[in-house]
């Protein structure tokens, strides 16, 4: 089993880096080639390369846009980065496809993406999102200011500094939260018809992905992202669960808005036995892929470690994948209210001067074959959180996971 999964995993790397290779070239001679050169015939100009997509059902005629980037550098009564307006055409196209999840990083903002996955970064510590067409809250990381200062999943974000958020793109509003460790930011939020001013210190945020406890001979594992380091911290928790004879596990994912895809897949086969974790389809391209557990988990044993998760409207992407397999598995109960529906898979693609393209690539499914975008997933048994016991101190939901693992 161990040996189909490092098969499956080593095709799935040389296809994505065969598609890395293609969409570089594609990316360096028409984003790079033709507009680079074009600038260096600045101001003279009158370059107006006719560039056509025959592989779509109608032509593109790229005239317009030399025509626009001409006149701006002839006629702009002004200093130009070049270099700005390349990013933002790429910016723009990539806009252009309506997919809140496919983004344009450029240099400085993919050093960033890189550094929140890592774990470190300077901010408030939320995970942000479009979600009905307004700036929400998907998650605050535990312990983060944010959460801290109790901003919640689900919030929407109506102002920045006083600025409205109606029509911020996601990474504008990323831009204007995030800050310097040390400075203030100010979030108007929209929660259950109310409205509310939170000033927030950003910090520098370092927080490892896993944390956990035993509690009544149960062991509470607190997963707030998936990263490279998770499935290892997930392990060293299991050791310890071990060493001390747990007979339970709580696997909380609330307010995890995801990570890597690897990573939920490793962390779902400390827990389930074998089978399928979840299928990835290519439906544009007519493919799929089905990634199963690696059959080495710590803690298959069902009737030896019985489990829930607990999941929530912050629970999103890698997160849910993990809650969709360990549910269509039967290895253990959800509890606790919707996921938040983010059933696409991106990846990651590094361009030559440090940006990066984070594109939609395929749609996952879980192993009964349900894809939940913008759906979530439905716990099998429902238990709110309010705001009252929020303040209170109080975790109706962690105690109804630990009824079930006691009884």
């Known amino acids: ?164 958020t109606s029509g911020m793109p996601l990474d504008t509003a990323v831009n204007k939260i995030r800050g310097k460790a040390g400075t203030d930011v100010t979030l108007t939020i929209e929660r259950s018809g109310t409205t509310k001013d939170y000033k927030i210190t950003r910090e520098t945020i370092d927080v490892k992905s896993v944390k956990y406890s035993i509690k009544n001979g149960v062991l509470i594992m607190t997963v707030s992202r998936f990263d490279n380091q998770t499935a290892s911290l997930v392990r060293q928790a299991e050791n310890e669960g071990i060493s001390q004879n747990v007979h339970g596990i709580i696997l ?23 089978g399928t974790i979840v299928t990835e389809k290519d439906v544009k391209h007519h493919k799929s892929e089905t990634f199963t557990a690696s059959g080495n988990g710590k803690m298959t044993d069902k009737s030896k470690y019985p489990m829930v998760v607990l999941v929530n409207g912050g629970s999103a992407s890698a997160a849910e994948i993990t809650a969709g397999a360990i549910h269509d598995d039967g290895r253990g109960q959800l509890v606790g209210e919707k996921t938040f529906g983010k059933g696409s898979v991106q990846e990651v693609i590094n361009l030559p001067d440090g940006s990066e393209l984070k594109v939609t690539v395929a749609h996952w499914y879980t192993p009964n074959g349900v894809n939940i975008n913008k759906t979530g997933i439905k716990p099998d048994i429902e238990v709110k959180l309010s705001d009252t016991d929020f303040n209170a101190g109080k975790d109706p939901q962690m105690d109804k996971a630990m009824e079930i693992i006691q009884h």
């Not at 260096?40 to 005629?61: A, E, H, M, Y």
């Not at 929407?156 to 500094?161: D, S, T, V």
């Open 252 to 274: 909380d994912l609330r307010n995890n808005p995801g990570g890597l895809l690897d990573s939920a897949i490793d962390v779902s086969s400390e827990f389930i036995r074998s």
């Open 1 to 164: 089993m161990a040996n189909n999964t490092s098969a499956k995993k080593t095709q799935k790397d040389n296809r994505k880096r065969r598609l890395l290779v293609s969409l570089l070239a594609a990316f360096i001679i028409f984003s790079g080639g033709y507009i680079l050169g074009y600038a260096r015939s600045l101001p003279t100009g009158g370059l107006l390369p006719q560039i056509l997509n025959t592989g779509g059902s109608k032509n593109v005629d790229f005239n317009e846009f030399w025509k626009v980037w001409d006149t701006i550098g002839s006629k702009y009564d002004g200093d130009i980065n070049y270099n700005n307006m390349l990013y933002g055409s790429i910016d723009g196209m990539v806009k252009a496809l309506g997919d809140p999840y496919t983004e344009f990083f450029n240099p400085d903002q993919a050093k960033q993406f890189e550094q929140d996955l890592s774990g470190t970064f300077s901010g408030i510590g939320a995970e942000i999102g479009i979600k009905n067409n307004k700036l929400t809250v998907i998650a605050p990381i535990p312990g983060s200011p944010a959460d801290k200062a109790g901003i919640k999943a689900g919030d929407e974000i109506a102002k920045i500094n006083g600025e409205s």
